[in-house]
T-cell receptor, first 112, second 114 residues
Framework: QKEVEQNSGPLSVPEGAIASLNCTYS??????FFWYRQYSGKSPELIMS????GDKEDGRFTAQLNKASQYVSLLIRDSQPSDSATYLC????????????FGIGTKLQVIP | GAGVSQTPSNKVTEKGKYVELRCDPI?????LYWYRQSLGQGPEFLIY????????DSGLPNDRFFAVRPEGSVSTLKIQRTERGDSAVYLC????????????FGPGTRLLVL
């Protein structure tokens, strides 16, 4: 079992729709969770971080965390063509120094 | 302030050669990470520095890979006897204190081994 799992996609949504991106992780002790966006040929940039169970909203983005189910998701409302990118889920491991494991990334395509 | 910088941006080398990749983190960031990213994959963890010491080097694939951060700032990733399978984008990231905080990525070095 991979430590951080994501569906590689592509996930295609029409402009203006809600895009839902999912991630599961194996380390039950993990305490922080990150979503990064990566445009083709560019390096990852942080979109959202979440530490507590429940929802965290920032503009059009909402991160959802369920530690019991070891599941974290990212919702993008009113999707725009500029949101087309690969979305990476990143999970630091539990323990002292926290190696960070990334998922394979989900490629999102927003169709105008 | 300046972000994370990496040099060179591109490196082409021949199989068997030695290469060095450099990362200059954000000033004041104590944590520095190296990742390798192949096409269609997420970043693969290589090594994590906290200050001058390698806190976790469990991601280094074999003893041909080595990294240093002698003064707790700039880091160099060294690859000996390069192989074609080493071709990838090598990403460096830094964070203020590590411990699961936000990482800021450099632009990466694209390594091609012929």
């Amino acid at each position: 079992q991979k430590e951080v799992e994501q569906n590689s996609g592509p996930l295609s949504v029409p402009e203006g729709a809600i895009a839902s991106l999912n991630c599961t992780y194996s380390d039950r002790g993990s305490q922080s969770f990150f979503w990064y966006r990566q445009y083709s040929g560019k390096s990852p940039e942080l979109i959202m971080s979440i530490y507590s169970n429940g929802d965290k909203e920032d503009g059009r983005f909402t991160a959802q965390l369920n530690k019991a189910s070891q599941y974290v998701s990212l919702l993008i409302r009113d999707s725009q063509p500029s949101d087309s990118a690969t979305y990476l889920c990143a999970v630091p491991s539990s323990g002292g120094y926290q190696k960070v494991t990334f998922g394979i990334g989900t490629k999102l395509q927003v169709i105008p | 302030g300046a972000g994370v910088s990496q040099t060179p941006s591109n490196k082409v080398t021949e199989k068997g050669k030695y290469v060095e990749l450099r990362c200059d983190p954000i000033s004041g960031h104590t944590a520095l990470y190296w990742y390798r990213q192949s096409l269609g994959q997420g970043p693969e963890f290589l090594i994590y520095f906290q200050g001058t010491g390698a806190a976790d080097d469990s991601g280094l694939p074999n003893d041909r890979f080595f990294a240093v951060r002698p003064e707790g700032s700039v880091s160099t990733l060294k690859i000996q006897r390069t192989e074609r399978g080493d071709s990838a984008v090598y990403l460096c990231a830094s964070s203020l204190r590590g411990r699961g905080e936000t990482q800021y990525f450099g632009p990466g070095t694209r390594l091609l081994v012929l």
